[in-house]
């Protein structure tokens, strides 16, 4: 008779534990919709153009771009012109500015930094209605080394990343 009054508790437990965790999710939903992009669950990214002379620009964004929607969680990532919103960028223009110089020999870069401006508009899948239409730019320091070529090479995912988080965060919260 204990093993069965048991048996029915434990029973009993483990059915209050389960809808207790099933109903602490069933509020869930993906990411915050800003009040102007109700409405848009999905996104897609129109192919980006690139007004600079440095190459790969366009990809370099575009590639961080779909890595920060998948990061942040508020939109789905869509393809095929099935998303609700579309989003187009256009890289216009790379600066760099030097930040200190080797104290050895004033005319080499030992630390810099890179900034990458695009202008970027986000529209619903209809284009009756821009969501935003916004400058941004997307920036990072380094040190140069030895090589400054290869150190700007090095650091310009990290200024896409930047400018990338900054785009996705406005669509995501636009009243910020």
Known sequence: MTTH???REWAVIFLVVWAVGSAGCAGYQLGHKGTSLKGGDSI????????TQEPGLGEALSF???QQIQRDGTFALETQNRGDILLEA????????KLTLDPQDVLTVRDFEIFVTAQ???TRQSGSEVLMQKEI???TSSRAASDLTEAERRVLPLVMQD???QAVDQLSNPDW
Do not use: D, Y
Request: glycine share 4%; no cysteine; aromatic share 10%.
């Open 120 to 122: 970027f508009k986000a």
């Open 137 to 139: 730019t997307g920036k």
């Open 90 to 97: 256009t890289v216009t223009s790379v600066t760099r500015n």
């Open 5 to 7: 009054f048991w048996a």
């Open 44 to 51: 897609q990214i129109k192919p980006i153009e690139n007004r």
């Open 163 to 165: 400018m990338a988080q």
């Open 64 to 66: 961080a771009l779909r």
